[in-house]
C-alpha cells in the first residue's frame, strides 16, 4: 500500500463510469481501505434519489412549464405602489415616534452642555472616561505627568516649519 491515495475526483470518473482503472489504481484500491471506503460511499451517493428520477423526464417538464406561461401571461404581475397615500402615512408616524423620543430623551432639549451631558452624536475617543463628571475629568488631566508637555509636537508645527530631524522622527512614527 503506497502513501498516496487514489484521487477522489478519479473516484467519481470510475464510478460514473467515465474511466477504467490503470493496474497500479487497482493495485492501491485493493490494499487500501480508506480508498475503498471513499468508492462505496461515493457510489451509495450516486445511487440516492435514482428510484425517484427514474420517471421524470426534463423535456417533459420543459414542455409542460412553457405550455403553462403561455396559457397565462397575465398572471405575472409586478408590485405597483398603487396608494401612495399609505407611504406617506407611514413616514409621518416614523416621523412623530422619533420627534416623541428625542423630546423625550435626557438630553431632548437642544442644549448639549446641559447638565454635563454629551450629545450621542460625539464618538467617544475614551469609552472609559465617559462615565465621569467634570471636576473627575480635571483630575484625571492632572494626574498626567508634566514631563508629556515638553515633548516636541511635530504635529502641531506648520510643515514649513519642519527640520530634517522632525521629518525623520514622523517617517518613524509613520513606519511603527
Same mark, same amino acid.
Given at each position: 500500500?503506497?502513501?498516496?491515495?487514489?484521487?477522489?475526483?478519479?473516484?467519481?470518473?470510475?464510478?460514473?463510469?467515465?474511466?477504467?482503472?490503470?493496474?497500479?489504481?487497482?493495485?492501491?484500491?485493493?490494499?487500501?481501505?480508506?480508498?475503498?471506503?471513499?468508492?462505496?460511499?461515493?457510489?451509495?451517493?450516486?445511487?440516492?434519489?435514482?428510484?425517484?428520477?427514474?420517471?421524470?423526464?426534463?423535456?417533459?417538464?420543459?414542455?409542460?412549464?412553457?405550455?403553462?406561461?403561455?396559457?397565462?401571461?397575465?398572471?405575472?404581475?409586478?408590485?405597483?405602489?398603487?396608494?401612495?397615500?399609505?407611504?406617506?402615512?407611514?413616514?409621518?408616524?416614523?416621523?412623530?415616534?422619533?420627534?416623541?423620543?428625542?423630546?423625550?430623551?435626557?438630553?431632548?432639549?437642544?442644549?448639549?452642555?446641559?447638565?454635563?451631558?454629551?450629545?450621542?452624536?460625539?464618538?467617544?475617543?475614551?469609552?472609559? +472616561?465617559?462615565? &465621569?463628571? %467634570?471636576?473627575? @475629568? /480635571?483630575? !484625571? #488631566? *492632572? $494626574?498626567?505627568?508634566?514631563?508629556?508637555?515638553?515633548?516636541?509636537?511635530?504635529?502641531?508645527?506648520? +510643515?514649513?516649519? &519642519?527640520? %530634517?530631524?522632525? @521629518? /525623520?522622527? !514622523? #517617517? *518613524? $512614527?509613520?513606519?511603527?
Amino acid at each position: 500500500m503506497s502513501a498516496a491515495h487514489i484521487d477522489s475526483d478519479r473516484l467519481t470518473e470510475s464510478v460514473t463510469g467515465l474511466t477504467a482503472w490503470s493496474v497500479g489504481e487497482a493495485e492501491h484500491l485493493a490494499g487500501c481501505a480508506d480508498c475503498r471506503l471513499e468508492l462505496e460511499m461515493i457510489s451509495a451517493a450516486r445511487r440516492l434519489g435514482a428510484a425517484q428520477l427514474r420517471g421524470f423526464d426534463p423535456n417533459r417538464v420543459a414542455v409542460g412549464v412553457h405550455r403553462r406561461l403561455a396559457a397565462r401571461p397575465d398572471q405575472v404581475r409586478v408590485p405597483v405602489v398603487r396608494h401612495p397615500w399609505r407611504w406617506l402615512a407611514g413616514l409621518a408616524a416614523a416621523a412623530a415616534v422619533v420627534f416623541a423620543v428625542r423630546l423625550w430623551s435626557p438630553t431632548g432639549s437642544g442644549d448639549p452642555g446641559q447638565a454635563g451631558q454629551i450629545p450621542p452624536a460625539v464618538v467617544s475617543i475614551l469609552p472609559e +472616561l465617559d462615565g &465621569l463628571s %467634570a471636576p473627575q @475629568l /480635571e483630575e !484625571v #488631566l *492632572r $494626574s498626567i505627568p508634566t514631563a508629556a508637555e515638553s515633548l516636541d509636537h511635530v504635529d502641531m508645527a506648520p +510643515l514649513s516649519a &519642519l527640520n %530634517a530631524g522632525d @521629518l /525623520e522622527r !514622523v #517617517l *518613524r $512614527s509613520m513606519e511603527e
